[in-house]
T-cell receptor, first 114, second 113 residues
Framework: EAQVTQNPRYLITVTGKKLTVTCSQN?????MSWYRQDPGLGLRQIYY???????DKGDVPEGYKVSRKEKRNFPLILESPSPNQTSLYFC?????????????FGPGTRLTVT | GQNIDQPTEMTATEGAIVQINCTYQ??????LFWYQQHAGEAPTFLSY????GLEEKGRFSSFLSRSKGYSYLLLKELQMKDSASYLC??????????????FGAGTRLFVKA
């Protein structure tokens, strides 16, 4: 089954404790992206990757890191989480040509930072 | 700046037709998407417009006017299961690569019996 998986699905942590949210897709997509979703603000892009070793900032990259060492995986790293990073996070992937096409989203990770 | 506007909420009756509008201002344009998101779930793809005009897909249609920076999603024969948020998104990259995606805040649609 074609899918995007994220782990963990739920996470409660404390300020400053480094964490990683994993994302994996089995569709051989070149493009992967991370979004956060907050009430009233919609989905905001954090980072995206056009292929292995190629990443770029979205609209809200501060406080986050990513890496793309393999095509299927795109982990999101919070080196020193803060309460304002409490949010619902989605990973997505897509094939690309002249542009990004429809994105397939993972189930989401609900993160709470206390 | 970059901005995508859509109404916050709409209510419609089962069996009716509803139109959800989206206006956008972005520094580049490589296509407009509509996604559906049920409460507590991930967004799922509905439609993609890159050229002006209407794209029809079953009960759902999407229209684009690039010169006006305007799109709408038309839902026909509304069903209770259509109660969800509808997200308008633009594929935008000022460098022309088309790989950055900007979402509107979404329109919550309530379908009543």
């Amino acid at each position: 089954e074609a899918q995007v998986t994220q782990n963990p699905r739920y996470l409660i942590t404390v300020t400053g404790k480094k964490l990683t949210v994993t994302c994996s897709q089995n569709m051989n997509h070149e493009y992967m992206s991370w979004y956060r979703q907050d009430p009233g603000l919609g989905l905001r892009q954090i980072y995206y990757s056009m292929n292995v070793e190629v990443t770029d900032k979205g609209d809200v990259p501060e406080g986050y890191k990513v890496s793309r060492k393999e095509k299927r995986n795109f982990p999101l790293i919070l080196e020193s989480p803060s309460p304002n990073q409490t949010s619902l996070y989605f990973c997505a992937s897509s094939s690309t040509g002249l542009a990004v096409y429809e994105q397939y989203f993972g189930p989401g990770t609900r993160l709470t930072v206390t | 700046g970059q901005n995508i506007d859509q109404p916050t909420e709409m209510t419609a009756t089962e069996g009716a037709i509803v139109q959800i509008n989206c206006t956008y201002q972005t520094s580049g344009f490589n296509g407009l998407f509509w996604y559906q998101q049920h409460a507590g779930e991930a967004p799922t793809f509905l439609s993609y417009n890159v050229l002006d005009g209407l794209e029809e897909k079953g009960r759902f249609s999407s229209f684009l006017s690039r010169s006006k920076g305007y799109s709408y999603l038309l839902l026909k024969e509304l069903q209770m299961k259509d109660s969800a948020s509808y997200l308008c998104a633009v594929s935008d990259d000022p460098r022309g690569g088309g790989f950055k995606t900007i979402f509107g805040a979404g329109t919550r649609l309530f379908v009543k019996a």
